[in-house]
């Protein structure tokens, strides 16, 4: 069972969260939708009001779910679902159907946009903005080493529309 929640009412720390944590990004329908683990992303503000920021890269299933709808979600998990989340992170949509590998009941939260209600914390994100990174606007000189296949990630900023927090 989830609550909906203010967004100002969040806890916990975002950089652990996605960077220790981990979050899984998932788009598509209740019906068809693919889902990926992420360690890297943001939560801010911007055009007045709360936003998440994802990066994928071209050649991940989960992109072609989030370039053709209008929503995505990040879903945290508690620390059982590490290995589900590795699985999610390291196996191709293309391939397995990583809902049901990870054994993962599909909820569906605002604008439709598909949820794991085994997830602690929902957040459902209208898309509003994307951009592909550019090489020339890199300043670090060892950004290489993050992108020897020069896949660079597109961004993505969601508005936070609904925040699902398990009770």
Not at 104 to 115: D, K, L, N, Q
Not at 154 to 165: A, C, D, H
Request: glycine fraction near 10%; proline fraction near 4%.
């Amino acid at each position: 069972m989830f609550t909906r929640i203010d967004p100002k009412a969040l806890e916990g720390n975002v950089f652990s969260m996605i960077g220790e944590q981990w979050m899984l990004i998932t788009a598509g329908t209740k019906e068809k939708c693919n889902t990926m683990t992420a360690s890297w992303g943001g939560l801010g503000v911007l055009w007045g009001g709360p936003v998440a920021t994802v990066y994928i890269r071209p050649q991940r299933y989960t992109r072609e779910f989030v370039e053709n709808g209008g929503y995505f979600t990040l879903a945290f998990f508690g620390p059982e679902y590490r290995q589900a989340l590795n699985l999610c992170g390291t196996k191709s949509g293309r391939e397995i159907d990583k809902v049901k590998a990870c054994g993962f009941t599909v909820e569906e939260g605002a604008g439709g946009a598909p949820y794991f209600a085994q997830a602690d914390l929902v957040l459902v994100c209208r898309k509003v903005y994307w951009q592909d990174m550019d090489p020339d606007h890199f300043l670090d000189p060892d950004i290489d080493r993050h992108y020897a296949q020069k896949d660079y990630h597109r961004v993505y900023i969601g508005q936070i529309v609904e925040v699902l927090k398990k009770t």
